[in-house]
């Protein structure tokens, strides 16, 4: 994928991560497969393709990474998914390590988004517990991503879009 965008664009600005899988369920049932499933999307994914866009980067002496987490993944609750997740998050000492060197690393954490997997006779339901009485749209987790891009002084940050879940609403 690096070397495709690198061939098409010649130089890669903002690599972001929005690959990433969940297996629901209480502890005792997450299976082994679960486990390798989940660390091979959401954390080999993440290292492999942020390694390589970062050795680009680093090069151009500038870029910045978003990686589209989950706010569910800062909550007590779905301890072992979550607990997976947060390895997902932009660790902010991988911000610092890279920042004096031009390269910015942040996070979305979206909440309940009108995509997979709710369908849509269950929006108004999912959407009724949050303070704005809605689910949240694509295009709000594209706003995040571009208000991120245009922040040039923040890096090692995760930008919750959720609706006030992270509150504990």
């Not at 002496?61 to 993944?73: C, E």
């Not at 909550?75 to 072992?80: A, F, K, W, Y």
């Not at 911000?95 to 309940?112: K, Q």
């Amino acid at each position: 994928m690096i070397d495709a965008a690198l061939e098409r664009f010649g130089r890669i600005d903002t690599l972001i991560n929005n690959a990433g899988i969940f297996s629901p369920g209480p502890f005792e049932k997450y299976t082994e497969q679960n486990y390798k499933d989940v660390l091979a999307t959401n954390l080999n994914g993440f290292l492999f393709i942020t390694q390589k866009a970062i050795e680009v980067m680093l090069k151009q002496a500038n870029g910045h990474v978003v990686q589209i987490t989950t706010t569910r993944a800062c909550q007590l609750q779905h301890s072992c998914a979550a607990g997976v997740d947060n390895q997902r998050r932009p660790d902010r000492g991988l911000a610092i390590e890279y920042a004096s060197r031009g390269i910015r690393v942040n996070a979305v954490a979206p909440g309940a988004i009108k995509t997979s997997p709710y369908a849509l006779e269950t929006h108004e339901a999912v959407g009724m517990p949050h303070p704005l009485k809605r689910m949240g749209e694509p295009e709000d987790i594209a706003q995040a991503i571009l208000y991120l891009e245009d922040a040039s002084f923040v890096t090692g940050e995760i930008l919750h879009v959720d609706g006030d879940k992270i509150a504990g609403h």
